[in-house]
């Protein structure tokens, strides 16, 4: 598992990658953030502090399930690698294909927020890609790709992590929005049209509490709320309040 959090004020930060005895991730990048000098620990390294800080761990067992080992089964058979929770493999379809259809539903987990003040902060988290080779690291735990905050925005992205990373896509959003003035939204349209189709989401919210929600892909679980009660949630491309 790999996971990241990013706060936009201090622009402290702490990511995790190769962990897989850790319950939460993301508590062990926040511990690397607020109790280390460093800003990432990796395998067997972070699986030591984790301990050392009191987390609960757990065999890896625990992961493994009926689902996750037919996803397994399923990506092996077709020679390609599989984002999490997707569905059923094609197995017509290239295995360097950039499939909208069946790579829309990933297991990313990303949260982006801004306080009354102005604050912001983002963390995601990731179990990755399935099929994927040892010691493959995704784009999540990378400051930058898809995980990133600053004064301006906090951005948290999702999909297949080498084209996020080649994009740089959570750092462009905020990027553009300082060098070019842009507003949230259309930084981040910017950002995503950078990206091939079928390959990326993101979510992002600024200082003043403006929100994107995109993606190039057919769908993406996301969701959204303010203090004042209002929410909305959705996954294709019309959102339910």
Known sequence: MEACIMDGKTMKCGAVSGVSTVVNAIYLARLVMDKTPHIYLAFDGAEAFAREQGLETVEMSHFITPENIERLKQAQEADRVQLDYTQPIQKEVPKDAAVADGDSQ???????????EGNL???????????????????TPIIGAGTYANHLCAVSATGRGEAIIRGTIARDVAA???????????AAAY??????????????VS???EVAMLF???????????EDGYSEFSIWDSPTE
């Open 216 to 226: 190039n892909t057919t769908g993406m679980f996301r969701a959204c709320a303010t």
């Open 191 to 204: 950002a995503m049209d950078r990206v091939p189709r079928g390959n990326a989401g993101l979510i992002a």
């Open 176 to 186: 553009v929005m300082e060098f070019k003035g842009l507003s949230l939204k259309e």
């Open 121 to 139: 902060a983002t963390a995601t988290s990731t179990g990755g890609i399935v099929n994927k080779m040892v010691g493959r690291i995704g784009d």
């Open 207 to 209: 200082s003043t509490g």
């Open 106 to 116: 990933i297991g990313t987990v990303g949260c982006v927020a801004v306080d009354s």
